[in-house]
């Protein structure tokens, strides 16, 4: 089966730029949309991406000229009855494609294959409301098309084999890295990638940490390319809320539901980079750091002496009546004041990556001794980041929940091991796939940090996946790869 001419149907950002791989890869383009209007700004998303293109070095004039050659434009969608393969890249909304997929069932010939770009709906709805179910898949592109490297292809129940390998084999052919997956919400990088953007909304919404310490924490002490809620600015907190609502209607899992600040943020219109202003974008007071006046600390806990050391070279000194008292610990940290009266000097620290200090206040840590932790820190060489005293802190809470998703995702037979790490490597910019992840972080580490979550949330999504339980009671610190 060979695909040479293509349809796109719908030409905004991510049609058109899916039009301008299609036609770089030297297909003939058929471009469509609602009205002469809507195709003029898809001619325009056309031209000035390709002209970046030029003015970046990945194009010379001559080629974008013949790029565009390749691009008719029309809206007309019996335009499309020629045309091997259709690519449909509308709104997300279900009961707008369905009609179009019938009406694109009618147009185009027989033999000719049908693909939706949906980042989450039920492609197996969209294609059984067609005659020739066997003949539509998902193909999501990641937006940047033109950019982004990695495309899921989608597979129902009905897709015949021929059909998924040729759209394979075209992913391919269109400088991309596809990787298949069956038909459920998210499909693999959102069904991961969301419902970690959306614990970061509700940790933020219960007052856990603030919104800059949040993404400080993943970005310089996981290693995220850029924290939660820059991400969620980044591709549309209506585009996230609508992913959850689509993963809460198929597994009513509470983790699933959207956050109530997320909600609140969309009715509210804040959306992110497409409205100028989304968890980021307001003018904030300017406010003078605190300034600490502590001169003694104590330290306690597993590889505490570090720290004590650098901060003794700086001129501060032990004392067994501190000004403040530091507690390494991974785990909540009110425990072990030895007395209630210490309690307003404890603060719980918990190093993340090297880089970053979660310091952990409990209900009865004094104000000044949070700020004077702070203070230590940044002379230690440590960003602080202040959270309240819970399981997992900001940095635990978040990623051993995506790490347990992805073991259960690959448990489930769903996708590879491989292809999981791949995909969320491409798709998301990640330097690592959850399972090199895990592997690196060890997965005795990953399963009792599940363990303590699960104790005090309850939450049925923090109970280590049972194959994470099984290879650490066997003693291994690697996952089976066949």
Known sequence: MAFEMVGVLGLGTMGSGIAEVLARAGLRVIGVEADAEALARGRRYLEASTQRAVDRGKLTGEEREAVLGRVSLTTA??????????????PEVLSCKIPLFQELDAVCKPEAVLATNTSSLSV???A???????RVVGLHFFNPAPVMRLVEVIRTVHTAPGVLAAVVELAGRLGKTPVTVGDRAGFLVNRLLLPYLNHAAQLLDQGVAEREGIDVAMRLGVGMPIGPFAVLDLIGLDTAYETMCVLFDETRDRRHAPAPLLREMVSAGLLG???????????????????????????????????????????????????VVLHFADRPVIEHAARRSACSKLVGVHVVG?????????????????????????????TPVHCRDRAGFVADALLYPYLNDAVRMYDSGYASIADIDLAMRLGCGYAEGPF??????????????LRALYAEYREHAFAPAPLLDELVAAGLDTFPRA
């Open 354 to 382: 090297g880089r970053v200090a979660e310091l952990a206040v409990t209900a009865l840590t004094a104000h000044h001794s949070a700020v004077a932790a702070a203070g230590l820190m940044k002379v230690a060489g440590l």
């Open 128 to 134: 059984a409301a067609t005659s020739r179910p066997e």
């Open 124 to 126: 197996t709805a969209i």
């Open 77 to 90: 969608r019996r335009d499309l009855r020629d045309a091997d393969l259709v690519i449909e890249a509308v």
């Open 273 to 323: 980079r497409k409205t100028g202003r989304g968890f980021y974008g307001e003018e904030r007071p300017h406010r003078d750091p605190e300034k600490s006046s502590v001169i003694t600390f104590a330290v306690a806990g597993e590889g505490c002496e570090v720290l004590a050391d650098r901060l003794r070279v700086a001129g501060y000194k032990t004392s067994d009546d501190p000004d």
């Open 436 to 449: 090199e992840m895990m592997e690196r972080l060890g997965l005795a580490k990953v399963r009792d940090g």
